[in-house]
T-cell receptor
Framework: KNEVEQSPQNLTAQEGEFITINCSYS?????LHWLQQHPGGGIVSLFM???GKKKHGRLIATINIQEKHSSLHITASHPRDSAVYIC??????????FGEGTQLTVNP | DAGITQSPRHKVTETGTPVTLRCHQT?????MYWYRQDPGHGLRLIHY???????DKGEVSDGYSVSRSKTEDFLLTLESATSSQTSVYFC????????????FGQGTRLTVV
């Protein structure tokens, strides 16, 4: 079993829909990261959080340390949100352990 | 965007040949990392560096070596490339040791034939 599990693996939505991507982990962590990877491959950091909730524009990330679970929400989704979303946890030292990613497709 | 440049962006090489990938940063960040990304796996750490001449192995380090002679450059070398090393390689940097944001390069697609 992977230390970091994401669900769903693939998600297709219509423009405007509210989207939730989930991340569960099995180890103690110091922080959790959400990353975005667009076609063409570049990876961009969206959030880093260790408790509570963070918001950037239409993106919201939450984490529940007790339940070892985080969610990434996208409100009013748009086709330009289509990407792979990756959850990563920071464990010992500076090492990151990554989930396999969620492929999101938002159709117009 | 963080100043990270990977070169080359694409490479096709033959089995048994040596290959060096370069990661160059202009952010003066202490930590640099090499990951590989393969279908069915999350990004996996190959090697990382915590300062000039200070490096350590990651979870998939076999067949790879690294060097960091300057703060800004982190080199990944495949001494004798194998087909199992066909992958997309990402360099990343971070300023600190714990709970700091990581910035990624654009990736290098390596094909070993």
């Amino acid at each position: 079993k992977n230390e970091v599990e994401q669900s769903p693996q693939n998600l297709t939505a219509q423009e405007g829909e509210f989207i939730t991507i989930n991340c569960s982990y099995s180890v103690g962590i110091s922080a959790l990261h959400w990353l975005q990877q667009h076609p063409g491959g570049g990876i961009v950091s969206l959030f880093m959080l260790s408790s509570g909730k963070k918001k950037h524009g239409r993106l919201i990330a939450t984490i529940n340390i007790q339940e070892k679970h985080s969610s990434l929400h996208i409100t009013a989704s748009h086709p330009r949100d289509s990407a792979v979303y990756i959850c990563a946890v920071q464990t010992s030292g500076s090492r990151l352990t990554f989930g396999e990613g969620t492929q999101l497709t938002v159709n117009p | 965007d963080a100043g990270i440049t990977q070169s080359p962006r694409h490479k096709v090489t033959e089995t048994g040949t040596p290959v060096t990938l370069r990661c160059h940063q202009t952010e003066n960040h202490r930590y640099m990392y090499w990951y590989r990304q393969d279908p069915g796996h999350g990004l996996r750490l190959i090697h990382y560096s915590y300062g000039v001449k200070d490096t350590d192995k990651g979870e998939v380090s076999d067949g790879y070596s690294v060097s960091r002679s300057k703060t800004e450059d982190f080199l990944l070398t495949l001494e004798s490339a194998t087909s199992s090393q066909t992958s997309v390689y990402f360099c990343a940097i971070s300023e600190g040791h714990l709970n700091t944001e990581a910035f990624f390069g654009q990736g290098t697609r390596l094909t070993v034939v």
